[in-house]
């Protein structure tokens, strides 16, 4: 099974507590499921016995997580929950028996398709949590730097990765490069960190220069700002890219920031680190909001900047009392 | 109790528990019952690790209010089904287990800090919230709880109340039961009370010190209010080798005894300087690694520490200097994560214990005896991590490499050492516990250690929970 070569890590986690204060849906949730520990549970009820695999009430438990990577990022080992999870449900869908809402929202990342449009020698990938919930990143994007192509059509594997459908993953992937090179274009812009992750993480272009679009900016003379913000950082940039070119530029621009919520090491991205909860299981990231919004109020938070459309989507649909603008938009003012 | 799932009465119970909490803070699915049915005691992951059948709730309940709470201990005094509060459910004593099925009562939705009060320097919280979070919130006052246990990450503040846990600090600034002002308390029977929020009081007996330390089988503590500090100017340490373990307790002890109020006294015996101290610090030698440290002015802090140092230096030792001890500081927690801190297929037991400093060194032996006499091949360990003015704490471990692959043999062996060292630890001085609690673990010898008195804290349980829902089985009280 995929999740045999992570075996250390369910034999590291399912007796130990000691990130549970930074797993966001259990902090909300109360639920020991949504826990690095109670996940390893189940894949140790697995790996005992197979039979398990089946066990819808371990199969939900283990697509709801919000894989943050916060609790891979505080353990002193850094044991990968995140990688355990992400097996599973490669096994789960292996199996044949993911959640029906799972199959059927899968199924718009199958077999997808790329154009390109525009000119110049930079691409930007309009990722569809962008295109169709952010195109005001876009917009922002366009107002700095006008001359680049744009590849859009779909999402370029991540979202089937994360569900747990590797093939077709790779083969969205695979299509994905090939426009890319097509372009001619060597430095690729991924606004979206989730899929700025993947195509790194994976190496998938290696004569490109893939930048998220904090990294590219920080490469442009853009006039200074002032003001103060509260950044809410990415999942991915964060801990599973270890990467702090959203906060370098917002601090190059000029922006003086302020720590949001009570800790740097507390995930704020409301499942983020998922890519689908908003859609998948909109309840639970009504409550995630629902801690921002409490921390936003308790410690007055101004204007929230986020570096994921993601967290956009879920700040702006669940609170949207909450003043919440992306990196992009900030770089633009 | 563990209802049948398919009787109608299982949907009735669960009807009126859903009315209280809502639709989803009910949980009944295989995945949450696992989640709670294994804490961080040693039975019960032996038990899961070799595929035997454990025993969970038939609900697990996640109230946001006292008043929740009350009704829910309602729910279950009418149908009679036992009630056994979950925090972090990170205890070692098996205290949060729920052996009997009925309700997994988890606390952890109720996580507000509710007050920071600078004037009286003090902080009110709901008890669900994890003792990491409240110490980061009292941070962004400017303020510390100065409550650093090794599981501030996962256990809440009503889980250091319920077994009068302790932080590494805890020789400046008190344990749990020291710290705490006053609380909020759901009784057996619903009944919300409070006790008394005044520094101290000729008012009767102090009510506040009955619940700590109940381990949920009084009630429920839904807040609490305790003493907040500033952030002192300074903080150092400084580290030693002693050649041995009774220079250094002698050594600890006389800092102890001339009052000079070190924040933490730590020291590790020879055995576990050898394997932790090495492994986790990396400082490979030979001896009894001795620590201390002091906070607050750093003036005061300088001079604390001169003296220190000086009783130190009246035996044979090795000065390590301060960046060891500030080694020590910033790895404090590193001990407790994997692969540092012991797991299966070893088995492993924190048989901690206090005494005071005539008998401590005594009651280490003792143990140390009782452990070799049941399992000559049992590795035995310990350091001495909470000080006192005349007394202090020994966190003694036994480890045993291979134990027997049947869960009953394996459990059959565990308990042999426990009954034994324990009782060894009572017999010169000591005592079941100094900070992880009694449980389901070490509940058959609060008879022995209590004696007749044990009869009044019987009468106590039986009159705030008559029907005996409150977790039962726990603390030496009878089962269900």
């Not at chain 2, 992951?45 to 209010?65: A, M, N, S």
Request: net charge negative.
């Amino acid at each position: 099974m995929n999740m045999d070569k992570h075996l250390d890590v369910i034999n590291a986690c399912r007796y130990c507590f000691m990130c549970r204060h930074l797993a966001p849906l259990a902090l909300v949730t109360g639920k020991e499921t949504d826990t690095p520990r109670g996940r390893a549970l189940i894949a140790d009820q697995i790996r005992m016995n197979k039979e398990n695999l089946k066990n819808q009430d371990y199969v939900q438990a283990l697509y709801q997580a919000d894989l943050s990577g916060a609790c891979r990022t505080h353990c002193v080992s850094s044991y990968d929950e995140v990688g355990l999870v992400l097996e599973l449900r490669k096994d789960i869908v292996d199996a044949g028996v993911q959640p029906q809402p799972v199959k059927d929202f899968a199924q718009q990342f199958i077999n997808p398709s790329f154009t390109i449009t525009g000119e110049g020698d930079v691409l930007y990938f309009n990722h569809p949590c962008i295109k169709v919930h952010a195109p005001e990143m876009k917009t922002a994007f366009d107002k700095l730097a006008p001359k680049h192509k744009t590849i859009e059509g779909n999402d370029c594997g991540t979202a089937l990765q994360i569900l747990g459908y590797q093939k077709q993953a790779d083969e969205a992937a695979e299509k994905f490069v090939k426009a890319v090179k097509e372009s001619g274009c060597k430095t690729l812009v991924v606004p979206q960190p989730a899929a700025f992750h993947f195509i790194k993480s994976k190496n998938l272009l290696p004569d490109v220069k893939v930048l998220n679009t904090a990294e590219f900016l920080l490469t442009l003379d853009i006039p200074k700002k002032s003001g103060t913000l509260w950044p809410i950082d990415s999942d991915f940039l964060k801990n599973y890219q270890k990467n702090n070119a959203p906060r370098k530029l917002l601090e190059k621009l000029g922006y003086k920031l302020k720590e949001f919520g009570i800790t740097h090491e507390e995930s704020y991205t409301c499942g983020e680190g998922s890519m689908t909860m908003v859609f998948l299981y909109p309840e639970n990231v009504a409550k995630l909001v629902e801690r921002v919004r409490e921390f936003a109020e308790r410690y007055e938070a101004g204007t929230l900047v986020v570096a994921s459309p993601y967290t956009k989507l879920a700040l702006r649909t669940y609170a949207p009392e909450l003043d919440v603008i992306s990196v992009e938009e900030a770089a633009a003012r | 109790m563990l209802l049948n799932r398919k009787s109608y009465l299982y949907q009735m119970i669960k009807s009126e528990l859903t009315w209280i909490v809502g639709d989803d803070y009910v949980q009944s699915d295989d995945a949450e019952k696992l989640g709670h049915s294994i804490d961080y005691y040693w039975v019960p992951e032996v038990w899961h690790d070799r595929g035997q059948k454990l025993t969970g709730p038939d609900f697990i309940v996640h109230p946001k209010t006292a008043e929740e709470v009350s009704k829910i201990l309602q729910v279950a005094n009418t149908h009679k089904i036992p009630v056994t509060p979950w925090g972090g459910g990170a205890g070692s004593q098996g205290g949060a287990l729920p052996i009997y099925g009925g309700i997994a009562l988890d606390t952890k939705r109720m996580n507000k800090v509710l007050n920071i009060d600078p004037i009286s320097m003090t902080v009110t919280a709901e008890t669900g919230i994890i003792a990491q979070h409240l110490e980061w919130e009292v941070n962004k006052a400017g303020f510390s709880t100065m409550h650093f246990p090794a599981s501030i990450a996962c256990s809440t503040l009503g889980g250091f109340i319920a077994h009068r846990g302790t932080g590494v600090l805890s020789t400046k600034y008190g344990k749990i039961e020291d710290m705490i002002t006053s609380m909020e308390v759901v009784t057996p029977t619903g009944d919300i009370i409070n006790t008394l929020p005044v520094p101290r009081h000729a008012s009767g007996p102090d009510l506040a010190q009955l619940f700590l330390g109940s381990e949920g089988t009084l009630g429920v503590v839904t807040k609490a209010t305790m003493k907040i500090h500033p952030i002192p100017e300074s903080r150092k340490f400084h580290a030693f080798l002693f050649s041995n373990m009774h220079d250094g307790l002698e050594a600890g002890a006389k800092i102890m005894t001339s009052r000079l109020n070190p924040s933490v006294i730590r020291l590790y015996d020879n055995p576990e300087t050898a394997k932790l101290i090495k492994r986790v610090l990396g400082i490979d030698r030979v001896g009894s690694y001795l620590v201390f440290g002091f906070d607050g002015p750093e003036e005061v802090v300088d001079i604390q520490l001169e003296k220190a140092c000086k009783i130190c230096s009246e035996h044979g030792i090795e000065d390590l200097g301060t960046e060891s001890g500030q080694v020590w500081w910033d790895n404090r927690y590193k001990f407790y994560y994997p692969p540092y801190m012991f797991q299966l297929p070893q088995a492993f037991g924190t048989l901690d214990t206090v005494a005071d400093f005539s008998h401590i060194e005594a009651v280490y032996h003792a143990m140390h005896d009782a452990v070799k006499e049941q399992y000559p091949k049992a590795a035995y360990i310990g350091h001495f991590s909470h000080w006192y003015d005349w007394g202090c704490m020994l966190y003694a471990r036994f480890i045993i490499e291979q134990p027997p692959q049947d869960p009953e043999e394996a459990v059959a062996l565990y308990n042999r050492i426990w009954d034994a060292a324990i009782r060894a630890a009572i017999a010169n001085g000591g005592v079941i516990n100094e900070h992880h609690g009694v449980g389901l673990k070490l509940g058959r010898m609060m008879r022995d250690l209590h004696g007749p008195a044990f009869k009044v804290l019987e009468g106590i349980k039986k009159t705030l929970d008559p029907n005996n829902i409150m977790n039962p089985g726990k603390l030496g009280f009878s089962g269900y």
